[in-house]
């Protein structure tokens, strides 16, 4: 059965963009555009890709992929990658993306069925990670800590969830950042 695991990088302080949704602040790290050997062996187990539309729009400008399609594979590759939006978006021409709608648990069945036995990358945002919380989805939360702060933007992941379902497994130095892994057990109640 394939993991769902939330990665991810976040400020000491606890948000993953500013309050436009930017990472500036994280390009602004040494080593924070990533690609260490680490991640690219979390890629290779990776089968699908799931993202909320923030995520999806920010990589849309940050990129210009619409006019640049053929960038998307130096982010993602060929994975299917599930964005889930209440909006119409526009499609990176070439890119498998399957725009969704709705409860995480609706689409899991398809997500599973993308996913062909390998696992899937919760990309973003905090609130969409929580979601598969509630649901009882999310296996693992690997978060790489930088060595910055902002006064406000978006958490990191806005649950509530206590230490009755996070359990540390494991802990190393990335460079200038901290990355912390937590194994996650049970549904919201």
């Known amino acids: 059965m394939p993991r769902v695991i939330f990665y991810t990088a976040t400020t000491l302080n606890g948000f993953l963009a500013d309050d436009a949704d930017s990472l500036d602040w994280l390009f602004a790290v040494p080593g924070g ?20 539309s923030s995520t999806y729009e920010w990589v849309l400008r940050q990129e210009d992929l619409i006019a640049h399609p053929e960038k998307w594979p130096a982010y993602y590759g060929a994975r299917p990658t599930f964005v889930f939006t209440g909006r119409e978006l526009p499609s990176v021409p070439g890119a498998d993306i399957r ?3 709705g409860d995480v648990s609706a689409v899991w069945p398809r997500i599973l069925e993308a996913a062909a036995d390998r696992d899937v990358w919760v990309v973003g945002g905090g609130d969409l990670a929580g979601q598969f919380a ?4 999310l296996d693992e939360i690997l978060v790489s800590v930088a060595p910055a702060t902002l006064t406000s933007g978006k958490p ?4 509530d969830l206590g230490a009755d379902r996070l359990t540390l497994t494991g802990v190393r130095q990335a460079g200038a ?3 912390l892994t937590y194994a996650v057990t049970g549904e919201q109640s």
Not at 134 to 137: E, I, R
């Open 134 to 137: 509630d649901a009882g989805l």
């Open 156 to 159: 990191l992941l806005p649950r």
């Open 99 to 101: 725009f969704v709608r």
């Open 177 to 179: 950042f901290a990355e």
């Open 33 to 52: 555009e990533g690609g260490d050997g680490a991640f690219q062996e979390f890629l290779s187990g990776i089968g699908v890709l799931v993202q909320g």
